[in-house]
């Protein structure tokens, strides 16, 4: 069973340098990087990438900095969910028509309380805005900080209607069983778990692969996982997994994961992230870098 | 105690034609009408502006419509919030140079665990890049929508680090409790509750005035409370607007008021919203209609 986009998609993280702007060039040397340690593309403009935190604008040009550098565009999948309509229109249109693997899709976020026909209609007119470019788009579905979510009933019916766009579903709910529900009730959808805290039981369900925030810095380690969870070492290497996750994810995920790529690169700024989110204090910082599991990580030269 | 922008400053709904279009037009004269009915001022650009659900670029061109069409930028208020600190400070910046009275300010709302650190980071970095062209800023919170909101503490801090910038606070919790704890608590600060529902009680403890998607509807009403709060049918004026308040609060509020709207100018594109909000349903409007105090408001002709 081949599910589209199968395989590993780190969610890249976003460099600023010291006054705020994006470091284009340190952005597509990280992504090469994750493609060298064995991502199979790139889930850039994501809650990791701080996307929400960048104007139209910086992320058309994030997309375009990937092109110019070489790295195709069935290696991308971007997201380009947005409150308005009109902006997540722009971005997938563009994302359609550079040919991009695909597009991770949050649902509109600012109000709450809407309803599922609500998303519904603005999905259809996301489709119908982008005519013949319309990309194949992933449903992000991120509760936790999105608070807006795509519902078992509202992908069962994006999924009868628009079956040759919506493909897949990135799960961050850091719920495993609404993982493997979905998994479950839509066997031909491509479905992602958030995080590789529990990708061996996710792929021995049927999962497609994963997108997870610690693949910035842990890429080969889930790709091998990826490549050998029917060997008889899988539960070892989900253990090895396991201790990577907890040491950033009990620090803050998205700044720790920072704080480490800033230490492998030998590049400081990446510890930086844009307002309301704020890099690791130092003392937490330190205690990271001197986590077990992090001085083993750092201590592998890459192939 | 004369405080910045006292008195009634609608939050001024957008007409969206069917094919999604804004109706720039049809926007202004409802604000016109809005100043006709006695609204001090516009609080154009807030979420019952559905600003979020419109492009950058749509949301200049509204302030803009206004100034084209003679509307002074000291009765403009408009909503210049955004998740990019980017977009955030295009918007304000463009509300400073223009002259306008002030800007409502929603904290950057899509990452939910934020810190009162990140948040004044990101305010800070706000002001300063808009450089000269600061203009006045009015704290918007509204939790139960953007999850995020001001703390009295980080209030306090910004009051303190931006006294002559940060000025008042619309407070739409919904929590009587909080907005009269905020009086109590900053004195000096305009505060605007963003519902007339408790309008007279916090007249009488210090509120600068009002910011409430119903004054869409009944501003007339409400400003005639707003000017006789100290009378003796003060009470009674409050119980008035209490029905309409009631009237479209039961029915949802945004597609409500618009309903209402579409009645009045006779322009039945105002019941649009967009997607992911929806207009009413034909029986829920047909209700709405009927209910004695829209039929009551309906039947006044304006002055």
Redesign the interface.
Request: aromatic fraction near 6%.
């Given at each position: 069973m081949a599910l589209p986009l199968a395989g590993l998609w780190p969610p890249v993280a976003t460099p600023f340098r010291a006054d705020?702007g994006i470091d284009e060039a340190a952005l597509v040397r990280h992504s090469r990087r994750l493609l060298d340690d064995g991502a199979h593309g790139l889930a850039i403009l994501g809650?990791t990438s701080e996307a929400?935190?960048?104007?139209?604008d910086?992320r058309r040009r994030a997309i375009d900095a990937h092109l110019a550098a070489g790295i195709p565009a069935e290696r991308l999948l971007p997201g380009t969910g947005a409150?308005?309509?009109?902006?997540a229109v722009?971005l997938t249109r563009h994302a359609g028509e550079i040919g991009a693997a695909g597009v991770l899709l949050l649902?509109?976020?600012?109000?709450?309380k809407?309803?599922d026909?609500?998303?519904f209609?603005?999905v259809a007119?996301l489709i119908e805005d982008c005519g013949g470019s319309v990309p194949r788009i992933m449903l992000y579905h991120i509760p936790?900080?999105?608070?807006?979510g795509w519902s078992e009933a509202l992908v069962g019916r994006l999924v009868e209607a628009f079956p040759e766009v919506v493909v897949g579903m990135k799960d961050s709910s850091g719920d495993k069983a609404n993982t493997l529900r979905m998994i479950s009730a839509f066997p031909g959808l491509a479905i992602f778990p958030g995080s590789e805290g529990y990708l061996l039981e996710a792929l021995r369900a049927g999962a497609a692969g994963c997108i997870s925030a610690s693949a910035n810095i842990n890429a080969a380690g889930i790709r091998r996982l990826y490549d050998r969870w029917q060997e008889d070492d899988a539960d070892a290497l989900q253990a090895g997994l396991n201790g990577v996750r907890k040491a950033v994810e009990s620090r803050g995920l998205m700044p720790a994961v920072k704080a480490v790529i800033a230490e492998r690169t030998g590049e400081p700024f990446w510890r930086n992230l844009?307002?309301?989110?704020?890099p690791l204090a130092e003392p937490v910082r330190a205690d990271l870098l001197a986590d077990p599991a992090i001085v083993d990580l750092l201590a592998v030269v890459p192939a």
């Amino acid at each position: 069973m081949a599910l589209p986009l199968a395989g590993l998609w780190p969610p890249v993280a976003t460099p600023f340098r010291a006054d705020g702007g994006i470091d284009e060039a340190a952005l597509v040397r990280h992504s090469r990087r994750l493609l060298d340690d064995g991502a199979h593309g790139l889930a850039i403009l994501g809650t990791t990438s701080e996307a929400n935190s960048q104007t139209l604008d910086e992320r058309r040009r994030a997309i375009d900095a990937h092109l110019a550098a070489g790295i195709p565009a069935e290696r991308l999948l971007p997201g380009t969910g947005a409150c308005a309509l009109g902006d997540a229109v722009a971005l997938t249109r563009h994302a359609g028509e550079i040919g991009a693997a695909g597009v991770l899709l949050l649902p509109p976020f600012y109000y709450r309380k809407v309803s599922d026909d609500g998303i519904f209609a603005f999905v259809a007119r996301l489709i119908e805005d982008c005519g013949g470019s319309v990309p194949r788009i992933m449903l992000y579905h991120i509760p936790p900080i999105a608070m807006v979510g795509w519902s078992e009933a509202l992908v069962g019916r994006l999924v009868e209607a628009f079956p040759e766009v919506v493909v897949g579903m990135k799960d961050s709910s850091g719920d495993k069983a609404n993982t493997l529900r979905m998994i479950s009730a839509f066997p031909g959808l491509a479905i992602f778990p958030g995080s590789e805290g529990y990708l061996l039981e996710a792929l021995r369900a049927g999962a497609a692969g994963c997108i997870s925030a610690s693949a910035n810095i842990n890429a080969a380690g889930i790709r091998r996982l990826y490549d050998r969870w029917q060997e008889d070492d899988a539960d070892a290497l989900q253990a090895g997994l396991n201790g990577v996750r907890k040491a950033v994810e009990s620090r803050g995920l998205m700044p720790a994961v920072k704080a480490v790529i800033a230490e492998r690169t030998g590049e400081p700024f990446w510890r930086n992230l844009r307002p309301p989110l704020e890099p690791l204090a130092e003392p937490v910082r330190a205690d990271l870098l001197a986590d077990p599991a992090i001085v083993d990580l750092l201590a592998v030269v890459p192939a």
